[in-house]
């Protein structure tokens, strides 16, 4: 009777042990995953924080070579800023090995144009910020969509695409604006192709702001709550406000009389406005996402007891039988 007691004990603790065993490294394989997504969405903010210099270097070098060069030792300094940080992104990177080879890529067009930029033509600075911007944007959005940040973080589907979609298109529409109208206003006047390009901007951002709109009235509360849709409601008047200030001081005529640096600052306030968003919204992911990953560690802890707790009573079983 002893002997049988003693093999039933064996067994319960050696079968315990295996489900404890699963059930354990199931808990490190999400926790690993929420410390990746954390991970993706840090390096996401640093690439936003690149983007937007990126785009304050495009709008400079416009105005600059339209003829203002009030803009040069701005840029000068910008450049140094903007290559420190993409310092920063690689070795963060480290951490993200998929995503090393699409860094670099941007790495090497920012060295390819930063000495030139004040050399070439406005049309070449302006498209080659643009390729370069396009690619920053391009890897904010894979990084997102590879760390599955809708999956277990709780971070709603449509709400991944208001934070690293929606939000970051309508800034680098509003920074292409900037960058055609600070340059306009530094000529003083306005080729038909540059008023077509801002008209087809001011629509762009029209349906960028609608769609947020529509978005950020989809997601839950706890994401997007009251003090964020009255922030999206006032980014929502400062993109109204500098629509119709182009519309009427840069469209409705060939020979614009507006000071560059005052619409300059004009379109990065609102810029900014967008941006503020997108860190208010990147926030409530983190919060959740930290939220989880202590659950996660707490699960982790408790797992590993009942293992050790599995494998203790497996030996307390084992042992008398081997004696």
């Known amino acids: 009777m002893t002997d049988t007691l003693i ?9 315990g ?3 404890a065993a699963l059930w354990h490294c199931r808990n490190r394989t999400r926790l690993a995953h929420l410390a990746g997504q954390r991970t993706s969405i840090a390096i996401n903010r640093e690439l936003k924080q690149l983007l937007g210099k990126i785009q304050q270097h495009r ?3 416009s105005g600059y070579l339209n003829g203002d060069a009030s803009f040069k030792y701005k840029i000068s300094a910008l450049q140094a800023d903007i290559d420190r940080e993409a310092e920063q992104i690689a070795k963060r990177l480290h951490a993200l090995p998929a995503h090393r080879g699409g860094f670099e890529a941007i790495e090497s067009r920012w060295r390819s144009l930063s000495p ?18 396009a690619a920053v944007l391009d890897l904010m959005r894979d990084i997102a969509e590879r760390s599955q940040l809708h999956r277990d973080s709780a971070c709603p589907f449509g709400f991944v695409e208001i934070v690293w979609h929606l939000l970051p298109d309508t800034a680098e529409a509003i920074g292409q604006t900037r960058a055609i109208g600070t340059g306009i206003a530094a000529a ?9 390009k801002l008209g087809y901007l001011l629509t762009r951002i ?9 978005g950020i009235a989809r997601t839950p509360s706890a994401m997007a709550g009251a003090e964020f849709r009255h922030s999206f409601g006032e980014v929502r008047q400062r993109i109204d406000s500098l629509v119709g200030d182009i519309e009427q001081q840069l469209l409705a005529s060939e020979r614009p009389a507006i000071d560059p640096a005052g619409f300059f600052e004009h379109a990065t306030q609102t810029l900014n406005g967008v941006f503020d968003l997108y860190d208010r919204a990147e926030a409530a992911a983190n919060r959740e996402l930290q939220t989880r990953l202590a659950g996660a560690a707490r699960l982790g ?5 009942t293992l050790l707790l599995g494998v203790t009573t497996a030996a307390a079983g084992i042992l008398p039988l081997a004696l």
């Open 7 to 15: 093999l039933l004990c064996a067994a319960a603790g050696s079968a």
């Open 17 to 19: 042990s295996v489900l």
């Open 59 to 61: 709008g400079m070098a």
């Open 116 to 133: 030139t930029v004040l050399h070439g033509t406005r049309e070449q600075s302006f498209d080659h910020h643009c390729q370069l911007i």
């Open 188 to 196: 003083g006047r306005s080729l038909s192709t540059e008023r077509i």
């Open 206 to 214: 029209r349906n960028a702001a609608e769609r947020l709109e529509s």
């Open 301 to 305: 802890r408790q797992s590993l007891a």
